[in-house]
């Protein structure tokens, strides 16, 4: 099990951008209008 | 309209592993399901009085309901639940997870995307059901019900709202149309939900103790399960 999140963790290296986006989704009172915000095809 | 249950096991801190275990059908398999549980409720072993629910955990411990049943009984219960599994087709799915070893490696903002062991295990249960939805559901739309726990409902919801609204803007054929969060004394699929939660979250203990050596479980009825019904777990 751990070597299957070690796996995970090391793929989203270089994904700092995208995780930011997507923990902001999760700490907003708006998560749809977030998402709207951060997925430009979604407008 | 397709229907995914869920129930949680090892939710409690002292747990190494925690888990959201599925069971997925179509309304027709439900609906025989429910029919079939049912019934068994009403005679569920040679002797005892009919039950109002069927709990995995007090059965196993012989208490609650099942107070003064002796292993056969138990046995012979779980082992007839299984076969309506079995009989109906339905197909189940779970994301165990180490807590300890989550709380090591996901820190920081991926931490925040994806939760805590269980509220990962939580987004997994969408995310497993909607892919067995695509590949072998055979309809467009999906409800999920999850056993209620006041704790995780909120972010149950809001992680069904994003795929709602994913689901919209770039559809995979497979549209999530309600999430739900129900009692087991009420909706008996959540009660099939429980034993396959049990029977997996026991097996992930094994493996998570035996350092990944326990590659099968050792449980008879969930290898029963597991040659039987698209049963998968990781």
Redesign the interface.
Known sequence: ??????KM?AL?IGN?EK??A??S???SDA??KV?DEI?P??R | MLRAYFDDSGSHRDSD?VLWSGLFGNQYQWEHFEKLWAAKLQNPSPGKVPLKRFHMANCQAADGEFLGWSRTATDFLIHELGDIILRCGLHSDGA???RK??DD??TG??R??L?DAEGYSLRMAFVRALKWARMKGGESKIAFIFDRRKEREGEGK?IF??FE??AR??SSGVTPVSVAFSDSYNVLPLQGADMLAWEQYRY?TE??RSD?KAKYASRKELQRLSRGAGLRS?
């Open positions: 099990m751990r070597s299957a999140i070690e963790v989203e700092e995780i930011a997507a923990a989704l999760m700490l998560p749809i998402a997925t095809t979604s | 592993v165990a997870i180490s070893d989550w490696l996901v903002n991926l925040t995307a939760g809001r709202e994003l609204h994913y803007i770039e992930a493996h998570l990944g990781g």
